[in-house]
């Protein structure tokens, strides 16, 4: 079809350079020139969509780049409440929800590594809260 302006439309017309009889038409894939089906590659399409579930689970697990990035967002948000635990200790105003909330994310933490060294850490971390969660019921029984 050929457009001559912005109201006009020409005549269509088909390709050029082809011949009555050629068979460079219209097929569908796996059909052959006679109109039989053509053998065709099943064991490559399974395969070639086999490929794409591999890349598709490796790219949920992510690389060792993408692990690294996870654990150091888990371990800022330790960090970060740590630091919160650490000014409300000096300012004597330790509650107990902040105690909880660090406490949840130390066994957040511990689901997610297999780091001894790191599991110890976090027991450490745990004890300490702990002991001051105790202090605090004592704190408020004494009062």
């Known amino acids: 079809m050929k457009i001559t302006g912005p109201n006009g439309t020409g005549s269509a017309t088909g390709p050029k350079g082809t011949r009555a009889g050629a068979s460079g038409g219209f097929k569908l ?3 052959d020139d006679a109109g039989a089906a ?4 099943g064991v490559n399409r399974a395969s070639s969509v086999m490929g794409v579930d591999a890349l598709l689970a490796l790219q ?3 690389g060792p780049l993408e692990r690294k990035r996870r654990a150091v967002r888990r371990a800022s948000r330790i960090l970060d409440v740590l ?3 650490k000014l409300a200790l000096l300012d ?4 107990a929800g902040q105690l909880d909330r660090l406490r949840r994310a130390v066994r957040a933490e511990r689901d997610l590594t297999e780091d001894p060294m790191l599991e110890g850490l976090l027991d450490e971390i745990e004890l300490r809260a702990a002991v001051e969660v105790a202090k605090l019921e004592q704190a408020a029984h004494a009062a």
């Open 60 to 62: 949920d697990v992510g």
């Open 29 to 31: 894939p796996g059909m």
């Open 92 to 95: 004597g105003q330790l509650s």
């Open 38 to 41: 053509a053998p065709t590659g």
């Open 83 to 85: 630091d919160e635990v």
